[in-house]
């Protein structure tokens, strides 16, 4: 049986260290210590790019950073502050239009809002294929990853042993990504 849930990182954590949850996924690596004992394993990496609807006319980058308002994650998030220290090291100073701490927020808001947001393309990879949003920029060296956070068991359920025996390139792919 598959139960997805959502919470707080450390929330999660609480509850797969006392084994009431089999896995963490998260955006973030964990280190594991002797009282936390965490076994963090990087599944995913995806490029992050600026996207928008598709008639919002050219996008020049990274020019237009400094003239268009943007749709970003919150500061607490890893991307934004890759992207911060990106645009800082070229002497950018980037508009903010809005700050969002959720994703799927964030994925309405491009759709809606008629700025550019910074998102992994996996999170609006649907509204790409669709053309609901068009890739204005792939921000360049910036990823987001994607980890598997789990405790030392006695047993591992087989639909965890077969998550964890993936590589990269195919836990993001989704089933019968091979016959594309």
Same mark, same amino acid.
């Given at each position: 049986q598959l139960l997805l849930q959502s919470g707080s990182l450390d929330e999660l954590l609480g509850r797969l260290q006392v084994h009431t949850?089999?896995?963490?996924?998260?955006?973030?690596?964990?280190d594991g210590t002797g009282d936390a004992p965490w076994r963090c394993r990087r599944i995913a990496r995806q490029p992050v790019s600026l996207?928008?609807?598709?008639?919002?006319?050219? #996008? $020049?980058?990274?020019?237009?950073?400094?003239?268009?308002p943007l =749709? @970003?994650?919150?500061?607490?998030?890893?991307?934004?502050?890759g992207f911060d220290l990106w645009c800082e090291q070229r002497g950018l100073r980037p508009q903010v239009r809005a700050e969002v701490d959720d994703m799927a927020m964030l994925r309405l808001l491009a759709r809606d809002a008629g700025a550019p947001a910074l998102l992994p393309t996996v999170v609006v990879q649907d509204?790409?294929?669709?053309?609901v949003l068009r890739e204005l920029a792939v921000v360049p060296g910036l990823h987001e990853q994607? #980890? $598997?956070?789990?405790?030392?068991?006695?047993?591992?359920?087989? =639909? @965890?042993k077969a998550l964890l025996a993936q590589g990269e390139a195919e836990v993001l792919a989704g089933p019968g990504a091979g016959a594309r």
């Open positions: 949850l089999d896995l963490v996924l998260a955006s973030q690596a964990v996207v928008g609807p598709p008639g919002g006319g050219p #996008f $020049a980058f990274p020019d237009d950073l400094a003239s268009r =749709l @970003l994650p919150s500061r607490a998030h890893g991307i934004r502050a509204e790409l294929r669709s053309g994607f #980890f $598997a956070i789990t405790v030392k068991r006695h047993f591992t359920p087989p =639909l @965890l």
